[in-house]
């Protein structure tokens, strides 16, 4: 094995805590010194290494961190639709259970309630309630056109969750 020469100035302290390993171990000053300076080198690699898996690992925990966030945003969200839903749903309900009127057509006087006139816009006996919607939109002080359009959208909406009750 070829060696090559290293010369280093170290402390009085350090240079006695040498001979002591040396003397303990029994090794000369060379093999010593080189046997001391290669497991140094090891060390100071192996902290290098864990210093490295300590980085990633806290990586690893910080995008856990944000993913834990994003599924309880996403949870918050579902829930908060999944309550929306629940109160159309509550609403639908009062709406069927709530009579609106009489069906106006000739012998049949039939109650319907607000989900027959808007959605169904028949009565339970097949009548049309459109006459009804008419007179109603022409009440003074409605704008008809605003009246029809607002009771439409009113219609598509619980007609939605009259229908997604019944799957
Ligand atoms: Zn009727």
Redesign the pocket.
């Known amino acids: 094995m070829t060696t090559e020469a290293l010369f280093v100035r170290i402390s009085p302290d350090l240079r006695s805590a040498i001979d002591e390993y040396l003397a303990e171990k029994g090794m000369s000053l060379g093999s010593g010194v080189a046997d001391l300076l290669a497991r140094g080198l090891e060390a100071a690699g192996a902290e290098n290494a864990i210093g490295a898996l300590e980085q990633s690992l806290a990586d690893a925990r910080a995008s856990l961190r944000e993913r834990d966030e994003q599924l309880g945003e996403a949870s918050a969200r579902v829930a908060s639709a999944e309550a929306k839903v629940e109160s159309l749903r509550t609403l639908a309900i009062q709406l069927e259970g709530a009579p609106a009127g009489r069906?106006p057509?000739p012998g049949?006087?039939?109650s319907?309630n607000a989900i027959d006139l808007v959605v169904r816009r028949?009565?339970?006996?097949?009548?049309a309630l459109t006459s009804v919607l008419e007179q109603a939109s022409h009440t003074p002080g409605l704008n008809s056109t605003e009246t029809l359009i607002a009771l439409g959208a009113i219609a598509l909406l619980i007609g939605l969750v009259v229908a997604s009750r019944s799957v």
């Open positions: 069906c057509a049949c006087g039939t319907f028949q009565c339970s006996k097949g009548h």
